[in-house]
Each structure stands twice: as C-alpha cells, then as structure tokens.
C-alpha cells in the first residue's frame, strides 16, 4: 500500500529535530525505517509529520569519553561491527548485532531506532542491559541520562517522551570481559524465540562477575539478576554455570504465541543461560 499523505522534515541538528517534533501534534521520527516505514505503507499509522533523522552528523559515529565509549543514536548497526571501539571495549554489543537479521538491514538499521522502538524481541536490548549502559535523551529542556534498567517501561514503550530524542548511548568500557550471545530462532533472520546475552570477567579461573540480559522473555528486556548473583565468585566449572543457569527464568513472564510457550521459553533460557556463559568465560582475558 502506500503510505498516508505526510509533512517530511529533514533536519541538519538535535536542536531542529526538537522543533520540528515541538511544532506538530503528531509527529514521527524516522531512523533507519526498519520499523516504521512498513508500519506506514499497512496504513496503521497516518501521522501528520515525519522526522528524519539522517542527516544529523553528531548522532553517528562512535567516541571514547574516559572510561566510557559513546555511540551515537544513528550509528548504523553496519558501522558498530565494524568499529574497533566497539570490538575492544563492548565486544558483547557486536556479536549480537552480527546477528540482526541480514546485511541489507544491518546497512539501514540504527541502534538507536532499535532500542527506541523497544521491541522485546529485538537483539539490542538484553546486551545494552547486560553492559550498564546510559542512554542519553535530548528535549526541550536540555539532556538528561537514564539507565538502561530504567529505560524500558513496557511493550514498544520507553522513556523518551513524545517530544523527545534519544541521541546517544554510553557503555562502560568492558575490557577484557568475555561475552556471547545466543540466539535461538526456527529460521534464519528470524526475530528472537528466546535470546541471551552474556558477558563475563574472570579472576583467574573464578567468575568474578557476570551479567546476564535476556530477549523475548517479558514485555521488555529483563536482567538474569538471580543467575548473576549466583555466578559471582563461583569457579567457571559447566556443573557450577549450570546450577546457576537454573535460576535464568526466574521473574520472568514470557509470552505465549504460535513461536513457542511460555513454559518452552524459560526452558531455552536456561539452556541458552548456560551456553553463553560458558562461552563467554572461555573468552575472557
């Protein structure tokens, strides 16, 4: 079909794009259009004004900032995977972006449009958890920075308000720590069934610290929180990880639908749990 007749703005700055959302009680803001252009051309929204973002230099790239590393909110998932900042100090973020669906996407998305569109489905939100990131959110007041375990409120519903941005995300450097993501999907490209993401750092041959996040296993991206605390300290054996990999689903309330059962996804949890932390402790270091 084709989409509802609609006001397109192009701004070059953060500041313009505010205004262009100020300026109109019904607006959209167009990142990659991995999510909103199919929604556009069904007709199940018609707004009166689209926002695009693309042509805004300081939203892409991405910085060193102290012990931090800033990714801006248009950074396609193409540039992350091929940006040595990202391979060094959140190593956890690429692999799972290498796993977004296929090139012609990875080329368009943005990690940005992702985490905004907060699909419980999608892969960037259970490693942007499990890294501790801050996401940096632009209004007409100024900035203000949130955590991710604050930022996603419920299904496809964030923190940044309707007349807001997201315009970066900073990640604590993670040096050193091993990481893995695994994805469990029935074919290729899919949207995650259940997906866990999984970083790790050793002590010598004791995890000294673990954080686990977990796709497709509520409303929103969830934290392993009880698994991470039964993993600190303990020595990276497979029967110690899979005692702790038990606890994976704990909290969580996965949804029911033609995919998989709730009951089979916190089963996937636990197995994918355990995978990736195995994994990701043979990688530290």
């Given at each position: 079909?084709?989409?509802?007749?609609?006001?397109?703005?192009?701004?070059?700055?953060?500041?313009?794009?505010?205004?262009?959302?100020?300026?109109?009680e019904d607006a959209k803001v167009l990142a990659?259009?991995?999510s909103l252009l199919p929604i556009l051309r069904m007709r199940l929204n018609a707004?009166?004004?689209?926002?695009?973002?693309?042509?805004?230099?300081q939203l892409q790239g991405?910085?060193?900032?102290?012990?931090?590393?800033?990714?801006?909110?248009?950074?396609s998932y193409?540039?992350?995977?091929?940006?040595?900042?990202?391979?060094?100090?959140?190593?956890?973020?690429?692999?799972?972006?290498?796993?977004?669906?296929?090139?012609?996407?990875?080329?368009?998305?943005?990690i940005g449009g992702a985490l905004v569109h907060a699909d419980p489905a999608g892969d960037i939100g259970a490693p942007i958890l499990a890294l501790n990131a801050q996401l940096v959110i632009?209004?007409?007041?100024?900035?203000?920075?949130?955590?991710?375990?604050?930022?996603?409120?419920?299904?496809?519903?964030?923190?940044?308000?309707?007349?807001?941005?997201?315009?970066?995300?900073?990640?604590?450097?993670?040096?050193?720590?091993g990481a893995a993501y695994e994805k469990f999907v029935r074919v290729s490209h899919q949207w995650s069934i259940v997906a866990v993401a999984a970083t790790v750092r050793m002590t010598g041959e004791t995890i000294a610290e673990a954080r686990v996040g977990l796709t497709n296993m509520g409303a929103t991206p969830l934290?392993?929180?009880?698994?991470?605390?039964?993993?600190?300290?303990?020595?990276a054996s497979a029967a110690a990880i899979a005692d702790a990999c038990a606890l994976a689903a704990d909290g969580t309330n996965p949804p029911s639908?033609?995919?998989?059962?709730?009951?089979y996804r916190r089963h996937l949890a636990q197995i994918l749990t355990r995978r990736a932390v195995l994994a990701a402790a043979g990688r530290a270091g």
């Open positions: 079909m084709i989409p509802a007749a609609f006001d397109y703005v192009a701004p070059e700055s953060v500041a313009d794009a505010l205004a262009a959302l100020a300026d109109s990659g259009g991995q707004p009166e004004r689209v926002v695009d973002l693309g042509h805004i230099p991405v910085h060193e900032d102290g012990d931090d590393i800033v990714i801006g909110a248009m950074t193409a540039d992350l995977l091929a940006e040595p900042l990202v391979a060094e100090h959140a190593d956890l973020l690429r692999l799972a972006v290498s796993q977004v669906a296929d090139p012609q996407i990875r080329r368009r998305g943005t632009a209004g007409s007041g100024g900035e203000r920075t949130v955590a991710a375990s604050d930022f996603f409120e419920d299904l496809f519903t964030t923190a940044v308000g309707e007349d807001e941005l997201l315009t970066a995300v900073r990640i604590p450097k993670h040096t050193g720590w934290r392993a929180t009880a698994t991470e605390a039964a993993l600190a300290g303990r020595a639908d033609l995919n998989a059962g709730a009951d």
